[in-house]
């Protein structure tokens, strides 16, 4: 296996994990009702879709036809790429400790919710938001 296609499987592996966490602790929280009922615009909601969807589209091309995206590719040494691995291994972790000193508290809404605490603890000693 060559260096370029292992370093993109690793990509999405590492993305798999990254999302894997988020998604399961996001579905930890559902059903958490805010203060305040906030409907949001159809517009932002197209351009968010449209924003997300290109972001999958790019890193879709990249991952099965890397040659379409020769452009913007450059040379680095190896080491650069296993220090991204690294620091996206510590990424997930930090999230991971993230989302469970924030417990129940977690709500991907930025609005407050009922019962809300101010959580001082973990990261949060430290860091206003780490997330």
Not at 21 to 39: A, D
Not at 47 to 54: E, T
Not at 83 to 93: D, E, K, N, S
Not at 120 to 129: F, K, L, Q
């Amino acid at each position: 296996m060559d260096e370029e296609l292992f370093f993109r499987i690793l990509f999405i592996s590492i993305y798999a994990v990254f999302a894997g966490v988020r998604i399961y602790f996001r579905s930890q929280n559902l059903g958490r009702s805010s203060e305040k009922e906030h409907t949001q615009k159809t517009k932002s909601i197209i351009v968010l879709m449209l924003a997300i969807l290109g972001y999958f589209l790019i890193m879709g091309l990249w991952i099965i036809i890397p040659q379409t995206l020769l452009l913007f590719q450059f040379a680095l040494p190896v080491i650069f790429r296993w220090f991204g691995v690294g620091m996206a291994v510590i990424a997930i972790l930090l999230t991971v400790w993230i989302h469970l000193t924030l417990g129940k508290q977690y709500s991907a809404k930025l609005e407050i919710q009922k019962d809300h605490k101010l959580i001082t603890v973990g990261p949060y000693s430290r860091v206003r938001h780490p997330m």
